[in-house]
């Protein structure tokens, strides 16, 4: 029987983009860039699936915040909150 990618190893990176109840879980490898944009924040994955998030109040410091981590920290876990603009995203390093 063939496993799934989510059971062949324990140890697969992933990021999780939340807001309230939605929730989007990836393997972190299919995230290609994590863009600021003038009214929110874009990301972008392999095959050219893109999520967009629109938020013309989201403050400048945390757009960066979300595209730093993403390139700071490639072999890291990450999970982005998109309604908590103080604490945006967490990198897990296991």
Same mark, same amino acid.
């Given at each position: 029987m063939r496993k799934g990618?989510? +059971?062949?190893s324990e140890k697969v990176k992933m990021i999780t983009i939340k807001q309230g109840t939605f929730?989007?879980?990836v393997p972190r490898s299919e995230l290609v860039e994590v863009q600021e944009t003038a009214d929110g924040v874009v990301f972008k994955?392999?095959?050219?699936?893109?999520? +967009?998030?629109?938020?013309q109040y989201m403050p400048?410091?945390?757009k960066q915040?979300?595209?730093a981590t993403a390139d700071s920290?490639?072999?890291a876990s990450l999970v982005y909150?998109?309604?908590?603009q103080s604490k945006p995203v967490m990198a897990m390093m296991d």
């Open positions: 990618i989510f +059971e062949m929730e989007l879980s994955f392999k095959g050219g699936l893109v999520l +967009e998030k629109i938020d400048q410091h945390t915040i979300m595209q920290f490639p072999e909150d998109l309604t908590n």
